[in-house]
């Protein structure tokens, strides 16, 4: 009976083929021990000398890496392996030998992996964060589908900037000039107006000079946005989402933790609520923790946010940062004007910023007066101030990073191995 390594629980005692890729492989005179990947997962594959044909064992000593076949035995549980099953092959039939396959179980350089990104996805490593990458996108339409959400497609070419103008891809598009979307908030705002809670789940574009292990120039981003909501409500909503996805990668992905050697107390530790400091009170406690030259009205970079979560076990929200230093659209404290009802999400054990939120203005008057500010001039934004125009309502959301997610969750250095085909500042290959 043809199956996949997944399903191989179903099947124990029984004899079983497999279509697979041989991924490593251990032999002497009278055994061999082929590592077996088929997508779904990772098996050994054991040939006894004694028990197949010759044929079969000189077949099974002789398979390179990568070579494709099939592979037909029985299956046993085998409590050693993390696994939990092997198969007792016998026989096997190839069906396209690899030679001289780049990536060997040997080290290999940043680069060279980079380079070989197509092939380096085969590994067992690359394969974990791929599948906890997937849960998480599972994990986050069902959370915003049990939740009463829309899922709206905002557009990816644009004539307006959302995220300011210094960051955008250009592109013609026929006589005008447009850009590709960095972030779908100001359609999303639309779609609040017209379905109350909406999310999109989408490609972003970043053009960033930016070269650190938290900034890709293409990742995907998750924007959901509430009408008839505030910016304390948008927190909630935040926390129990994030506690949804970590529980649900916890939940479903424990062979791939396991892989990857995730700390799992850290993320047990990952429910709401989550707690919150002030922008004031996080420039109290850097200058506490040695950073004393940092000044109010300041952004935070990296270290600053890498030492502002150590003091904590959970994420945690900064908010009310300064107008100045963010988004022309965000709403300011009624109390306090100088600062804005927003919050980033820092995720603990350095990851950083994994969202970004805020109240938005839905006052007319106000979004007119930021428009000129920022020089928001033309027709390109002429829609987004309407909204502002028919039964404004209060309205918050924010956008959670996928990439900067699924590192944090996974435990992995760099955003580059989150997403299948990294587009960095140097690489657009393969
Ligand atoms: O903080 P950002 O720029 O917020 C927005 O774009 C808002 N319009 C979202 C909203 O309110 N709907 O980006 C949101 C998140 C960040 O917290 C970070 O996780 C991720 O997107 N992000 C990046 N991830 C990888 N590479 C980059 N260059 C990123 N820039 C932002
Ligand atoms: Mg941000």
């Not at 970004?356 to 839905?362: C, K, L, T, V």
């Not at 502002?388 to 191995?417: C, D, M, N, Q």
Request: with cysteine; net charge negative; glycine share 6%.
């Amino acid at each position: 009976m043809k199956t996949t390594i997944d399903q191989v629980s179903n099947h124990v005692g029984k004899e079983v083929t497999i279509g697979a890729w041989l991924s490593n492989k251990r032999s002497s005179g009278k055994i061999a021990f082929l590592q077996l990947r088929d997508g779904t997962g990772f098996i050994q594959g054991v040939v006894v000398k004694a028990e197949v044909s010759e044929d079969t064992f000189q077949a099974a000593k002789s398979l390179t890496q990568e070579t494709s076949l099939y592979v037909t035995g029985t299956v046993a549980e085998d409590t050693r392996s993390p696994f939990g099953y092997e198969l007792q092959v016998h026989s096997l039939e190839v069906i396209h030998e690899a030679v001289d396959f780049p990536i060997t179980p040997k080290e290999h350089g940043t680069e060279f992996l980079m380079d070989h990104r197509h092939l380096w996805l085969r590994s067992k490593k690359q394969h974990a964060i791929m599948k906890i990458r997937n849960e998480i996108i599972r994990a986050t339409y069902n959370y915003f589908n049990e939740s009463g959400y829309v899922k709206i497609d905002p557009p990816i070419l644009t004539g307006s900037a959302a995220e300011g103008t210094t960051e955008l891809f250009h592109t013609q598009y026929f006589e005008e000039e447009a850009y590709l979307s960095q972030s779908g908030q100001l359609y999303m705002e639309a779609a609040a107006m017209a379905f109350g809670k909406v999310f999109s789940f989408g490609p972003t574009f970043r053009a960033e000079k930016s070269k650190t292990r938290r900034h890709l120039i293409e990742f995907w981003m998750i924007e959901p946005e509430m009408a008839f909501m505030d910016h304390e409500e948008s927190l909630q909503v935040q926390e129990q989402y994030v506690s949804y996805i970590v529980q649900s990668v916890l939940d479903n992905c424990k062979l791939e933790l396991n892989t990857l050697d995730r700390d799992l107390t850290k993320l047990e530790a990952i429910k709401a609520p989550f707690p919150r400091i002030t922008y004031d009170d996080a420039i109290k406690l850097l200058k506490e923790k040695g950073f004393e030259d940092i000044e109010w009205g300041e952004d935070f970079g990296a270290p600053h946010e890498t030492a502002i979560a150590e003091s904590f076990e959970k994420p945690v929200f900064i908010t009310h940062y300064p107008a100045a230093i963010k988004a022309f659209y965000m709403k300011p404290d009624p109390e306090r004007p100088e600062v804005v009802l927003c919050a980033d999400l820092i995720a603990p054990e350095g990851y950083g910023e994994v969202i970004g939120g805020s109240q938005r203005i839905d006052d007319l008057e106000l979004m007119e007066q930021r428009y000129k500010e920022h020089n928001l001039t033309g027709d390109a934004y002429q829609w987004y101030l309407e909204l502002r125009k028919y039964g404004s309502v209060p309205h918050a959301g924010f956008g959670l990073g996928l990439e900067r997610t699924v590192a944090w969750i996974s435990g992995v250095e760099h955003v580059r191995e989150t997403i299948p085909f990294p587009r960095l500042l140097n690489r657009l290959y393969p």
